[in-house]
T-cell receptor, first 114, second 113 residues
Framework: AQSVTQLGSHVSVSEGALVLLRCNYS??????LFWYVQYPNQGLQLLLK??????LVKGINGFEAEFKKSETSFHLTKPSAHMSDAAEYFCAVTFSPYGQNFVFGPGTRLSVLP | ETGVTQSPTHLIKTRGQQVTLRCSSQ?????VSWYQQALGQGPQFIFQYYREEENGRGNFPPRFSGLQFPNYSSELNVNALELDDSALYLCASSSGTANSPLHFGNGTRLTVT
């Protein structure tokens, strides 16, 4: 069965510092990969996705992620954290191009310190 | 463009009761998925509906059931509620085309006492 791990349930960075949120998946077949953000009392909002093609993917709000097949990773980065980036971040994978059964990681809570 | 809307936003039920949650999909989307998100965890896939038929199901018992209507809106029904059913229930719609992402509603917070 596919699984997703996110190293670090809670990450704290200073405003203006680099954000790095880690995601690894377990599968011998490359999946479709997504990052979602969840603000308190809200649903999940798509940040970016990787399907095929270029392995460095740019998303909204200055975030980007790089797919590394050899490391089965899809880490999320942002060069300079902003206070508004404080939220819960979820990595998700699916092997279906038609949206069935997204498998989500446990999430990483990002805190941004002034 | 109208996004995914869910109702109600909050609900309190007693163990053993039944509950129905509702979801209106984003305009132009024909596929609806339901997810359960327990406190402090990632969402878990319950099932997906495409053109009024269930076409994928996660590891949830049969007391979790659903419907999709001709206008692509959907219901999630849970019978014989248990305390562990307390969670945020998220509805997501998608266009059903290749590689289309899920678009989520804000969820229904269900508390079972």
């Amino acid at each position: 069965a596919q699984s997703v791990t996110q190293l670090g349930s809670h990450v704290s960075v200073s405003e203006g510092a680099l954000v790095l949120l880690r995601c690894n998946y377990s599968s011998s077949v490359p999946p479709y990969l997504f990052w979602y953000v969840q603000y308190p009392n809200q649903g999940l909002q798509l940040l970016l996705k990787y399907t095929t093609g270029a392995t460095l993917v740019k998303g909204i709000n200055g975030f980007e992620a790089e797919f590394k097949k050899s490391e089965t990773s899809f880490h999320l980065t942002k060069p300079s954290a902003h206070m508004s980036d404080a939220a819960e971040y979820f990595c998700a994978v699916t092997f279906s191009p038609y949206g069935q059964n997204f498998v989500f990681g446990p999430g990483t809570r990002l805190s941004v310190l002034p | 463009e109208t996004g995914v809307t869910q109702s109600p936003t909050h609900l309190i039920k007693t163990r053993g009761q039944q509950v129905t949650l509702r979801c209106s999909s984003q305009s132009g989307h024909n596929t609806v998925s339901w997810y359960q998100q327990a406190l402090g965890q990632g969402p878990q896939f319950i099932f997906q509906y495409y053109r009024e038929e269930e076409n994928g199901r996660g590891n949830f018992p049969p007391r979790f059931s659903g419907l999709q209507f001709p206008n692509y809106s959907s219901e999630l029904n849970v019978n014989a509620l248990e305390l562990d059913d307390s969670a945020l229930y998220l509805c997501a719609s998608s266009s059903g085309t290749a590689n289309s992402p899920l678009h989520f509603g804000n969820g229904t917070r269900l508390t079972v006492t």
